[in-house]
């Protein structure tokens, strides 16, 4: 719908106990101790990422020793890290997913204490995933569940991955902490620190291309306010699959701003009038007065710009 315009070099550390003579007299040492480097197999490639002055910044992704065959996660596992100077600044477990169909993360990390330094660890190890993936044959797909504090949706939802159709509310909140750069926490329900997120083909091949599909989505501020000294915003925005979200944020709350939700989409009745439905997801529009107000007079005016006959408020979970 349109919107209107409104890695390091592997030293072996190998110490040798008894010799063992077989029957052609050829020595062979038994192994008593192995480095960790030893489990460090030879780098898989040099990205360049950036330190937080904005120099470019030399870093080896290698794989590393990792073994799962619980079968709880997926089959084949694998380790890749990221390393600066010998030091490791993130890693990542992958493993081919139960159905089969996608790679799926069990971990994409980056040390804490690093990330204060550099920039751009997260998005090389996420590259090497899509590239792992369309490897084994699953065509850059992934799968993943978000988990972590703080919740890493942004980073995701920016790298086009999406969120599962039954949560529209939380793909709203994420889209606009992604566009307005503030703080995605503030506008989750609360102690919310997980979510399953998955990146499909095309938005696969979009990343490695350079390109955030979110941004290809309209979104529209449709109106501000002021109530009891607070500024409040009605925001609309394009949806993944082409309907829209309109949320009403609280922009000076230290949480919970995104105060009142609904889906929506634009039908056609037997008349051939334009329908717009709006499907709310939370009570705040009913126990609110003068957001409902402002709610109805946001939707109104936002109808009005898309030529809509009627506006229907479906009430049915509430």
Not at 27 to 51: A, M, N, Y
Not at 245 to 257: L, S
């Amino acid at each position: 719908m349109k919107f209107p315009n409104i890695a390091p070099n592997v030293n072996f550390n190998i110490r040798c106990i008894d010799k063992i003579q077989n029957k052609n007299n050829i020595s062979f040492c038994g192994v008593r101790f192995l480095s960790k480097d030893v489990f460090e197999k030879s780098p898989i490639k040099t990205v360049t990422i950036k330190d937080v002055k904005g120099n470019n910044v030399d870093a080896v992704i290698q794989e590393e020793f990792y073994k799962d065959d619980t079968g709880f996660f997926g089959t084949n596992s694998k380790m890749l890290s990221l390393n600066v100077d010998g030091k490791k600044l993130g890693h990542t477990i992958m493993y081919d997913s139960k159905n089969g169909d996608e790679l799926y993360v069990k971990e994409l990390y980056t040390e804490e204490n690093f990330r204060r330094h550099y920039k751009g660890a997260g998005t090389e190890l996420l590259k090497c995933l899509v590239e792992e993936s369309k490897r084994r044959g699953h065509k850059g797909k992934i799968s993943l569940n978000a988990s972590n504090f703080p919740p890493p949706f942004v980073f995701y939802y920016k790298n086009n991955f999406q969120v599962a159709s039954e949560f529209p509310q939380y793909a709203a909140a994420i889209d606009y902490a992604a566009r307005n750069n503030v703080s995605v926490s503030k506008l989750l329900p609360d102690g919310m620190s997980a979510l399953a997120m998955w990146l499909d083909e095309k938005g696969a091949e979009a990343f490695l291309a350079g390109e955030r599909l979110y941004e290809q989505r309209n979104s529209v501020t449709i109106a501000k306010t002021n109530i009891n000294n607070k500024e409040f915003e009605a925001n609309c925005t394009e949806g993944q699959d082409g309907d829209f979200y309109f949320q009403i944020i609280n922009k000076n709350a230290n949480r919970r701003q995104q105060i009142w939700f609904a889906a929506g989409k634009i039908v056609e009745n037997q008349n051939k009038e334009k329908i717009m439905q709006l499907f709310p997801m939370n009570d705040n529009f009913y126990t609110v007065k003068k957001i409902q107000e402002f709610a109805k007079e946001s939707i109104e005016i936002f109808s009005k710009k898309l030529c809509i006959d009627k506006v229907e408020i479906i009430e049915e979970d509430f």
